[in-house]
């Protein structure tokens, strides 16, 4: 017969408090990984263009940069000859590297193409950035701001970057746990599933919890 836990004062409130602290590490070491994915395409495509400039090469080089770089990581799709083309528009239109670092590589990958596709003007694509941070938006959601152009109807020039993280809650929080750019970069393959991801990720949340004090024991997810 397995033994039943008594009853403790304040364990609950306890336990509460330890969700949502391990939720909140999920979330921004997912946000971290997402950071250095963004920060790696732009760092590619900025390399495309200069590479183009010095040397003079033309636009084939992404298809074959793209068989290329699928013969040294068969596992990944994302650098797609599609892709590719993607990361070099990013890096053209976001020339300053600090900014990405502060402020465009913290929203997912996808949310970024979106924004690429459908947005001209680089106030309004900056201005898109932080809302989605700052409101913790889907890509559906926003698509949909975009399609009804919200930037023209309220929106102002961005000038000061008070970025605020998503919350645990948000979509974008739960989008970015699930995104298919992350699977690949971390070469987990077509058939990874959430729980896989968050193995992944609970490598580096358990090492965050061990550092909360001596004979702490994380076991299992949450």
């Not at 913790?136 to 152009?149: A, E, K, P, V």
């Not at 393959?189 to 004090?213: D, M, N, P, S, Y």
């Amino acid at each position: 017969m397995a033994d039943k836990l008594s009853p403790m004062d304040g364990y609950d409130d306890f336990l509460r408090e330890l969700k949502e602290r391990i939720r909140s590490t999920q979330i921004k070491v997912t946000l971290s990984i997402n950071r250095e994915l963004v920060l790696l395409y732009w760092y590619i495509g900025r390399k495309i263009i200069i590479r183009q400039q010095q040397q003079g090469w033309g636009a084939k080089v992404i298809e074959r940069l793209a068989r290329d770089l699928k013969i040294a990581f068969p596992d990944m799709k994302g650098f797609s000859a599609r892709n590719l083309k993607y990361m070099r528009a990013f890096a053209e239109a976001y020339q300053d590297e600090q900014l990405v670092q502060q402020l465009v590589a913290l929203i997912p990958w996808g949310h970024n193409v979106r924004i690429l596709d459908a947005v001209k003007d680089p106030s309004a694509k900056l201005w898109y950035i932080q809302k989605t941070l700052e409101n913790g938006w889907s890509r559906n959601i926003l698509t949909l701001q975009i399609d009804n152009r919200l930037f023209e109807r309220q929106g102002k020039a961005v000038n000061n970057f008070n970025v605020i993280l998503p919350s645990p809650q948000s979509e974008i929080a739960r989008e970015t746990l699930k995104d298919p750019y992350i699977f690949d970069f971390l070469s987990l393959g077509e058939a990874a599933q959430e729980r896989e991801i968050e193995k992944e990720l609970v490598k580096h949340i358990t090492q965050f919890l061990l550092e909360l004090g001596v004979g702490f024991a994380f076991v299992g997810q949450q």
